[in-house]
């Protein structure tokens, strides 16, 4: 290996002198060359791996990015899923659960059985554990949501295969045939008392005719009450199960017993003046879960469109109670 040569002017002999260094002065000028060519390396280290990729860390980068991308895409199908359930869970309650007059699930009963905290320690471990923990658990509501809402249906098919038998029981017709009727002395809603002056709300309708005047019930169901029972006067109600129960007041005569099983269109009574009433007539109820409804909704067997819209009008504008 060859070796710089230094040479040195000297005034005095006015020659170039050879220059020969100590060995310190050598061990410094070496390690400064050592030092110089380390960082320059370590720059160009620095620099190619600041910019140029090797082509394991481009796997790695390309199959990153892949898997976000399904993340985010898992994300987004977990969203439309996620709304499709709810406006099913919707319809159920709102509608179908309605319409078979059932009681809507509960949000206890709809996500019972949902662990709202888990151990995710392992995911949270992982790159991207923030979307991974947001995507599973939205899978977890979707799961529970859909086996709820098969759990449903399942019952709504048990309540469906039931219809014809709930069908018979729904109050459905006129308690007193068309012919007997006089008038409609009174509809549903706020009335005024005929006896003590006072605007109170009448629960039912009542109807005008003469003592002695057939009695029908309006469902099949089973005789409760039959007896006198205060300002009713001689008083039938019946259960029809499904939550309906209907009454009938002012009876002149009771024809059937508790506990005794009626089919719609069965003769149960005739109508009568007795209780608090101002004169003949049968004021009739329909009750669903004990709160009462418009019996005019409740005709729908036994009058024709024309008759039924003749019907409302009639409890719209009958406002003279008798009872």
């Not at 070796?3 to 002017?9: E, S, T």
């Not at 170039?16 to 061990?27: A, I, L, N």
């Not at 008392?193 to 057939?214: A, L």
């Not at 019946?238 to 024809?255: D, F, K, M, P, V």
Request: hydrophobic content about 35%; cysteine-free; charged content about 25%.
């Amino acid at each position: 290996m060859s070796h710089k040569v230094f040479y040195r002017y000297n005034v005095t002999t006015e020659r170039y002198e050879r220059v020969y260094p100590s060995g310190r002065e050598r061990f410094y000028a070496a390690l400064r060359q050592s030092t110089v060519g380390i960082a320059v390396g370590l720059i160009a280290f620095v620099v190619a791996y600041s910019f140029l990729e090797l082509p394991r860390e481009k796997s790695l980068r390309e199959k990153s990015e892949l898997v976000e991308s399904q993340l985010a895409t898992l994300n987004r199908r977990a969203d439309q899923a996620l709304e499709v359930m709810e406006d099913l869970a919707s319809r159920d309650n709102n509608f179908y659960r309605v319409m078979m007059q059932s009681e809507p699930m509960s949000t206890g009963q709809r996500y019972a059985g949902l662990e709202r905290q888990r151990n995710y320690d392992a995911i949270d471990s992982m790159a991207d554990s923030k979307i991974m923990r947001l995507t599973t658990d939205k899978l977890d509501l979707l799961d529970q949501m859909l086996y709820s809402q098969s759990k449903s249906y399942d019952f709504l098919a048990k309540e469906l295969s039931n219809t014809a038998e709930r069908t018979a029981h729904i109050p459905a017709i006129q308690p007193i045939s068309e012919k007997y009727l006089r008038a409609m002395a009174s509809g549903y809603g706020y009335r005024r008392d005929p006896i003590y002056g006072t605007t109170k709300f009448h629960e039912g309708m009542d109807f005008s005719s003469p003592v002695g005047t057939p009695v029908y019930a309006t469902g099949d169901g089973t005789v409760t009450h039959a007896a006198w029972k205060s300002q009713y006067g001689n008083l039938i109600e019946l259960s029809h199960g499904y939550n309906y129960t209907t009454r009938y007041a002012h009876l002149s005569e009771i024809l059937v017993k508790p506990g005794q099983k009626v089919k719609r269109g069965d003769l149960i009574g005739k109508v009568g003046n007795t209780g608090k009433s101002t004169g003949p007539h049968l004021h009739y109820e329909v009750r669903l879960r004990n709160q009462p409804q418009n019996p005019v909704n409740y005709y729908f067997y036994d009058l024709t469109p024309e008759e039924y819209d003749k019907m409302i009008l009639e409890a719209e504008n009958a406002g003279h109670v008798m009872d």
